[in-house]
């Protein structure tokens, strides 16, 4: 009952930017956390950035190896949620996807391809 769609994946070379977005419908269903994830090739999916969704809630939460280099957000509306990743390396290569866990259920995305190579 909630679907998530990821965009804003690439190609970029080290020390470069992107910002992925994560488009959500969720019908009515009441979404109470959202996240990013990435996942490297033979390896297991790493949390990246999570949140509670509620006005008010704590400022967003990271893995340490974002260093602060990344920073999540979401419009107004609580449709989009987006991952600024700044200076980019290539150990940040990996498939990147949105999750959300709402009552109900959870859902993820089908993930969106971040390529960190010079």
């Known amino acids: 009952q909630v679907t998530l769609v990821e965009s804003g994946g690439g190609l970029v070379q080290p020390g470069g930017r992107l910002r992925l977005s994560c488009v959500i419908s969720?019908?009515?269903?009441?979404?109470?956390?959202m996240a990013w994830y990435r996942q490297a090739p033979g390896k297991s999916r790493e949390l990246v950035a999570n949140t509670m969704t509620h006005d008010g809630a704590e400022p967003p939460s990271y893995a340490g190896f974002v260093n602060g280099r990344f920073t999540m957000s979401r419009d107004s509306a609580k449709t989009t949620y987006f991952l600024q990743m700044n200076s980019l390396q290539p150990e940040d290569t990996a498939v990147y996807y949105c999750y959300s866990q709402y009552v109900g259920g959870v859902a993820w995305g089908q993930g969106t391809q971040v390529t960190v190579s010079s």
């Open positions: 969720s019908g009515a269903a009441e979404i109470y956390y």
